[in-house]
């Protein structure tokens, strides 16, 4: 039987083409042979915050609200003025204390304009709610002692002298425009620093729960 000459090379060209396919077939990626997510790697499951946030993104914890002051049967104020410390008392014990700030002058209040706090025993005689400063609650200085001191000192006048003494027995708010000052409140503005007047300033936030809790005649202490 004769051979035909051509089928050596037909043959030939078969076997280059099964070793191409199979070269062809080792070189594809599992993943598109087998198809989508087989034998492919898995990606790292995310927990916690999401993708793109961390927990700086959360800003700092949000204090949590205040309970405001309970009723009071006996409310005192005690100022410490080198302390910058205003503490509540209802009678002997102490309810709530809050950071203050007082005058930027220095020692008790003896005239107008000196820019300090002055010290001793005084109620609240007055309750300003539209205060500039949030909320105000007057103080009753100058009280007797002071108009002593200003009458001594030749600062006030006698019937300056008298006007004082007799709101201060009434429990009305004094004369506050005499020489010896006046207009001495508690309000808000800030506690920071000393930068008052010779008022007590607290935080807003402060004040308004003061200023809720408090009635007028309520006594207040100022200690240097």
Request: with cysteine; glycine share 10%.
């Amino acid at each position: 039987m004769s051979v035909n000459p051509k089928w050596p090379l037909a043959a030939a060209g078969v076997l280059l083409f099964l070793f191409l396919a199979s070269v062809t077939v080792i070189q594809r990626p599992a993943s598109s042979f087998w198809g989508p997510g087989r034998h492919s790697e898995k990606r790292p499951r995310l927990t916690g915050a999401r993708p793109g946030s961390s927990n700086q993104d959360a800003g700092p914890p949000k204090p949590q609200p205040r309970t405001p002051l309970p009723q009071l049967r006996r409310p005192h104020v005690v100022v410490e003025k080198s302390a910058h410390q205003l503490t509540v008392y209802d009678g002997d014990r102490p309810v709530r204390s809050y950071r203050a700030a007082v005058g930027s002058g220095k020692g008790d209040k003896v005239r107008e304009g000196d820019r300090c706090t002055p010290e001793g025993r005084f109620i609240i005689c007055v309750r300003n709610p539209k205060s500039q400063f949030t909320r105000a609650l007057g103080l009753s200085y100058p009280n007797i002692e002071d108009a002593r001191r200003g009458l001594r000192d030749g600062l006030i006048t006698r019937p300056e002298h008298d006007a004082i003494v007799e709101a201060a027995r009434q429990g009305r708010r004094p004369p506050w425009d005499t020489p010896l000052g006046g207009e001495i409140m508690i309000h808000g503005g800030g506690a920071g620093r000393d930068w008052t007047d010779g008022c007590i300033a607290l935080a807003d936030a402060d004040i308004l729960e003061l200023y809720a809790a408090l009635a007028v005649g309520t006594p207040v202490t100022i200690l240097p």
